[in-house]
């Protein structure tokens, strides 16, 4: 009885937890609107089950209202159990609708053998979605990515692209016509395992990046993960630096304009003859060992 009670507690405050950190960056990236329609992406891992549950649950007490409607893209794997997912959503209670396209086949006929198929998959996963959500009126599109997965993506595109970025919490698509969003970018990997684990969800295992053991993206999050055990709280420091970027303490003209620094000089030389040191409105360059936060209002809380 004990132990079950102490189970109960603990799962309760991890759910609160994620409540918490997802309710947290809904509120700072403003990425739900009263009178949403919001496209759940769910594909039978645990990070999209867990995204689901948790947005269900904040549902009930948003001070703003919105639809959730689960989507699921049958790709035609071979073995792909087709009715865990309907069954699980019917059993849910919630809208759900099933895109069926070959994406499989596709795929491995195009990726020679030993090669990532991530790529081309994510591609024309995202084209089938895009299309859906256009046809269907939503506005929003919700996609299960985590902080571990933005982390990852950050070093994969500093390593193998040679560029600084990563999967941001909201997103318009190139097009202009979808705006997506990741509610668990402040949720680390570990606690949605621990989560799913404990709500057990009927997990489908992909049969295509799943299995692919040479994947860059494996070679990263071992990295990560050896930093971790050695350097508790790395991964949350490297986070947090993503969301704390200052454009005047790198090195893209494009982001910063450097050529003006001499023009704000001149400028500050001038008003310190005339008695006062205020920069122009705009203008202040940020010191970088200056820290702080901006008090955000969170736009859902509440219990469960």
């Not at 600084?164 to 016509?177: A, F, Q, V, Y």
């Not at 949350?236 to 993503?242: A, D, H, K, P, Q």
Request: hydrophobic residues 40%; charged residues 25%.
């Amino acid at each position: 009885m004990h132990a079950t009670t102490a189970h109960s507690n603990n799962f309760k405050k991890l759910q609160a937890q994620l409540r918490g950190l997802v309710g947290k960056a809904v509120g700072d990236f403003g990425m739900i609107a009263d009178g949403d329609r919001v496209m759940v992406c769910v594909s039978g891992g645990k990070d999209s089950y867990t995204l689901l549950d948790i947005l269900l649950s904040l549902q009930r007490s948003a001070p703003v209202r919105f639809e959730l409607i689960a989507v699921n893209l049958d790709q035609k794997q071979p073995g792909f159990p087709v009715q865990t997912l309907p069954r699980y959503l019917t059993d849910l209670g919630v809208p759900f609708h099933v895109i069926e396209q070959d994406t499989y086949s596709v795929v491995k006929r195009v990726i020679p053998d030993g090669k990532t198929m991530c790529g081309l998959c994510s591609r024309l996963r995202r084209g089938a979605l895009y299309r859906h959500a256009a046809e269907n009126g939503i506005t929003k599109i919700a996609l299960g990515h985590h902080r571990d997965d933005i982390v990852e993506t950050l070093f994969l595109n500093m390593f193998f692209g040679g560029r600084l970025k990563t999967m941001p919490p909201k997103l318009l698509s190139e097009d202009g016509r979808h705006i997506v969003i990741r509610p668990l970018a402040y949720v680390p990997e570990r606690a949605i395992a621990r989560y799913a684990s404990a709500r057990d969800f009927p997990i489908i295992p992909c049969t295509l990046c799943g299995s692919q053991s040479n994947m860059q993206r494996l070679a990263v999050k071992n990295m990560l993960r050896d930093w971790e055990e050695k350097f508790p709280g790395r991964i949350e420091s490297i986070f947090s630096s993503i969301c704390n970027a200052s454009a005047s303490h790198l090195a893209d003209p494009a982001l910063f304009d450097f050529a003006g620094l001499e023009t704000l000089r001149r400028e500050a030389a001038r008003r310190e003859r005339l008695g006062t040191q205020t920069l122009p409105a705009n203008t202040s360059v940020p010191d970088p060992l200056e820290g702080g936060e901006s008090g955000i209002e969170r736009v859902f809380s509440g219990p469960p």
